[in-house]
Each structure stands twice: as structure tokens, then as C-alpha cells.
């Protein structure tokens, strides 16, 4: 499958970057590791008249502390200095985890942050060359005006795949935006809007360029589970992740959060409110689970069936709170 041709713009500093973004927002994708991007333009998924190629600007990169409130990341550090980071393996570990998880080490080694919480979502139907999806029928995503997955529906349903968010979603993240009219700040629970096609809240002439985790959740224990068909390299068909922070051996804040079995990564509802003061056990973690697989809401959008998707997100849950608790 060969590349659609586009104009590759190389800005080497965030100002040039902007200025490409004011000028060209109309037909123009950021390339950041290409991990996806370039697979789905392979696929005619996108079709930019301009890349704008962000792999030169230096101060997007790096994991910084900052004295006293938290760490900061520059949108396009590789997953594989999140993975081995010794800061955030210490401070922050459900996110190391997470990161660890994403694709191969390869991928790992050129994809970003920031495109992993960019990321595109995922349909059996969508995520397919040029000549299948003539072949089976476009859909609303891409040239179509129906849902095989939802037929009758005039909603997209495709699942947001990526590891890392459901893990920053748990920690509280905020990410920074910039943009020709300057920068802004969202938490990360409000940069996804829930629709399948136009997943996140981000203009076409903005950018991401951090990602902040506050010093609240530092040293919260933290674990991550994935359900994927091949170990070694599959995106995720569920995800979960569990932050605690414990005392006197009762739970004194936690958060819950699910990827890949809904058009966004969600925080459970009603988890840290099951959580707090409370002392774990099976009993305990079991109702967490029952809660995660009432927000999990997977439909045909992967390989593997829903039901299972939706169970093994109950089961991963209860491990996965067991054990934060344990940890
Ligand atoms: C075989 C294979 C397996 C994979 N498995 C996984 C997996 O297990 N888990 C997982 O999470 N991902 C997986 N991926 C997807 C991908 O490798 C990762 O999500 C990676 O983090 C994407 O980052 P990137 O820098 O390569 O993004 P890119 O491909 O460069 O960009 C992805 C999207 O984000 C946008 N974007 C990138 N950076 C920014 C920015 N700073 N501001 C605004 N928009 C931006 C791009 O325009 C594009 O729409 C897999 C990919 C492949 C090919
Ligand atoms: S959920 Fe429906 S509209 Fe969305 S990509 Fe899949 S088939 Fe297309």
C-alpha cells in the first residue's frame, strides 16, 4: 500500500510549528512517531495535503520534575523513556507500566506520548485498506453514512485503543495545548468527547506539547492490565488501571479507569467512592470489578467478542485493585 503524496513541513522550533498551524490547518496532520499515521495513510485513511513534522523541536521532549508540583512531559518523549524512566517508575508507576505494555519495543521506541494520547480510535470496519473497505461498504467514519458495527445508529462506535490514557486519566494528567491564539491547559478526563469519529477535543491548528502529573498523585501504587490477542506487540481489546494510596491499612484515595472498550478511555464510575476507607478484599475488589463492567460498554468493533471483553475487564479489575491493595 503506498503513501497518498503530501508536503512535508519541518519546523525545528514551536514557533515555526505554530506558524505552519495557522497557515495550513485546513489539510494538514501532525506526525509525531508515525507508528499509526503513517499505517492508516498507508490504509487512505487520511489524506493531508501537508505533514507537519514535529520531530525536530527539541522542547517537546523530556520528563522534567518540577520542585514541589509534580512532573512534566514533553509530548513527544518516546514511550521507551516513559517505560525505563527511573523518576517515573519511583513516582508514578502505573504509567511506566502502561507505556511498557504499548506495541514492541521498536514501536515503543518511536512512539510518542503524545500520539499515544492523540491516537486515532479503532474499527474492524475502519481500520482496513482502501480496497476492503469499498469491498464491505464505508461507513460513517470514512465516507459513509452507516454503522456496520451499530446498523440503524448514526453514532460511531470505534474504541479508543491507546494504553497510556486510562493510567494518566487515574493520576489526574492534565495536557497543554498550543495553538496560534497561545496555549491552554485541560485535564485529560475532558480532552476526549465520547464519539467514535471526532474523538478528541483538539483543533486542527492546535498541538499538544505536555503532559503534567500532579504532585497529589505522586507514589500512588499503581497497576495495569491489557487484554490483546498476541502478547507481544497487539493493541489493546481491554485495558484497565488502578491507582491507590493506602493508610493504616485502609484506602484513602483511588481511581479506576478503562481503555479500548469505549469510544474514550473512561475513570469507573463510582469506584474511588467504593474504595475509600475501606480495607480490600475479595469481596471488595469483586464489586469493583462488577462497577468497571457496567462503564465498559465494548460493542464488534475488535476481533474478540464483546461479552468477553466486557468479562475480562470484571476480571482484570478485581486483580488489578487485589493488587494495588498488595503492593
Ligand atoms: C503493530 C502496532 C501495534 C500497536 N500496538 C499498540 C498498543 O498496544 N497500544 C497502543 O497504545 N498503541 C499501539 N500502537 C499505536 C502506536 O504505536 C502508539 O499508540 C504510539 O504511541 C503512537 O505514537 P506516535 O508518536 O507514533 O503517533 P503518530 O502515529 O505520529 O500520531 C498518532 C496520531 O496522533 C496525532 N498526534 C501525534 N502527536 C501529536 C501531538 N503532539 N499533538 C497533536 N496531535 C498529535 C497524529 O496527527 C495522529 O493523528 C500500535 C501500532 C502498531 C503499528
Ligand atoms: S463503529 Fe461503525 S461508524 Fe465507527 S468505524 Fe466502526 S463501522 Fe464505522
Not at 512517531?33 to 487512505?44: A, C, E, N, Y
Not at 520542585?67 to 516513559?82: E, K, M, N, R, Y
Amino acid at each position: 500500500m503506498s503513501l497518498p503524496q503530501f508536503k512535508l513541513l519541518r519546523p525545528r522550533t514551536l514557533d515555526q510549528a505554530v506558524a505552519h498551524l495557522a497557515n495550513h490547518s485546513n489539510n494538514l496532520r501532525i506526525l509525531a512517531g508515525g507508528t499509526d499515521l503513517i499505517p492508516s495513510m498507508r490504509q487512505k485513511l487520511f489524506e493531508p495535503e501537508y505533514l507537519l513534522d514535529i520531530r525536530h523541536i527539541a522542547e517537546l521532549k523530556g520528563i522534567r520534575e518540577q520542585q514541589g508540583s509534580g512532573v512534566a512531559i514533553g509530548a513527544l518523549t518516546p514511550l521507551a523513556d516513559i517505560e525505563h524512566s527511573a523518576l517515573l517508575k519511583k513516582r508514578y508507576p502505573v504509567l511506566s507500566e502502561a507505556a511498557s505494555t504499548v506495541a514492541s519495543p521498536v514501536l515503543r521506541n518511536m512512539g510518542t506520548i503524545g500520539g499515544n494520547i492523540c491516537l486515532d480510535t479503532r474499527c474492524l470496519w475502519y481500520n482496513q485498506s482502501l480496497t476492503w473497505r469499498k469491498a464491505c461498504g464505508f461507513c460513517i467514519k470514512k465516507d459513509g453514512d452507516l454503522c456496520h458495527v451499530a446498523p440503524g445508529g448514526t453514532k460511531c462506535w470505534a474504541a479508543f485503543s491507546g494504553d497510556t490514557p486510562p493510567a494518566l486519566l487515574c493520576l489526574n494528567a492534565e495536557v497543554e495545548v498550543i495553538g496560534p491564539y497561545g496555549s491552554r491547559c485541560i485535564p485529560l478526563r475532558e480532552f476526549y468527547t465520547g464519539l467514535g469519529d471526532n474523538y478528541r477535543r483538539l483543533q486542527p491548528n492546535e498541538l499538544l506539547t505536555r503532559v503534567f502529573l500532579p504532585e497529589a498523585t505522586a507514589d500512588y501504587r499503581g497497576i495495569y492490565r491489557k487484554l490483546r490477542v498476541r502478547g507481544s506487540i497487539d493493541y489493546p481489546l481491554a485495558g484497565v488501571a488502578v491507582v491507590m494510596k493506602g493508610s493504616n491499612g485502609h484506602v484513602a484515595d483511588a481511581r479506576v479507569a478503562l481503555t479500548a472498550v469505549n469510544p474514550a478511555p473512561v475513570l469507573v464510575k463510582g469506584a474511588r467512592e467504593a474504595l475509600l476507607e475501606k480495607t480490600v478484599d475479595e469481596a471488595l475488589a469483586e464489586t469493583v470489578g462488577d462497577l468497571a463492567a457496567k462503564t465498559a460498554k465494548p460493542l464488534t468493533t475488535s476481533a474478540l467478542t464483546p461479552e468477553y471483553r466486557r468479562e475480562m475487564i470484571r476480571v482484570f479489575t478485581k486483580r488489578a485493585v487485589l493488587a494495588a491493595a498488595r503492593n
